[in-house]
């Protein structure tokens, strides 16, 4: 499974759009763009994924690059209960999802 | 989404001592789950993957005959610890996919959080 890159930690203002970066250069063809999200004590959600097109849903955007070698979260206007870990990871077919150290996001008032 | 539940939610137990964890699809049926382990400040570790009817597959350097895992029925899986030893204090989370292929979404329980006196 390829493995994935995300800065240990981001600070956002609450009300402004975070953006979480992530890298993962290599990337196959048939390997999705995962991501979830961790709040304390408590088991992974469910956030977004893709595979080459943007997708956007109710809780977050997806921007994914044309090479595929990285791609971008978007919560659109963070609220204090989006602080998480929040983890990008790229899915192969056998299902597996393989966690990374994912992103520490401290959302500030 | 689908809604995945774990039972008990935390254990206290001695050293020695067995302890079952166990994992419910509770409005789908899953054909998959998968076992992790999360120490403090660390990230999600897998475990195994859990089969209805097969016998589950360890990760590398995860002992199958310490970590013994059952899935009997499309909706449950269990994860005993034996002989268990304050090491083994971690915090359990489970997994399922909906349905039948490994692309579908994977939900995840709310963890068990074991702790070996």
């Known amino acids: 499974d390829a493995k994935t890159t995300q800065p240990p930690s981001m600070d956002c203002a609450e009300g402004r759009a975070a953006n979480l970066p992530c890298n993962h250069s290599?990337?196959?063809?048939?390997?999705?763009v995962y991501w979830y999200r961790q709040i304390h004590s408590q088991g992974p959600q469910y956030i977004i994924h893709?595979?080459?097109n943007n997708e956007t849903n109710e809780m977050a955007s997806l921007i994914i690059t044309e090479d595929r070698k990285s791609s971008t979260l978007i919560l659109p206007h963070a609220t204090l209960r989006d602080t998480a870990v929040y983890y990008c990871i790229v899915r192969s077919n056998t299902g597996k999802l393989i966690f990374g150290q994912g992103t520490t996001l401290q959302v500030k008032p | 989404g689908a809604v995945v539940s774990q039972h008990p939610s935390w254990v206290i137990c001695k050293s020695g001592t067995s302890v079952k964890i166990e994992c419910r699809s509770l409005?789908?049926?899953?054909?998959?789950m998968f076992w992790y382990r999360q120490f403090p400040k660390q990230s999600l570790m897998l475990m195994a993957t859990s089969n209805e009817g097969s016998k589950a597959t360890y990760e590398q350097g995860v002992e199958k005959d310490k970590f013994l895992i059952n899935h009997a029925s499309l909706t449950l899986s269990t994860l005993t610890v034996t002989s268990a030893h304050p090491e083994d204090s971690s915090f359990y989370i489970c997994s399922a996919i909906t349905g039948d292929s490994s692309y579908n979404e994977q939900f995840f329980g709310p963890g068990t959080r074991l702790t070996v006196l």
């Open positions: 893709g595979l080459k």
């Open positions: 409005d789908f049926q899953a054909t998959t």
């Open positions: 290599t990337i196959s063809g048939n390997e999705y």
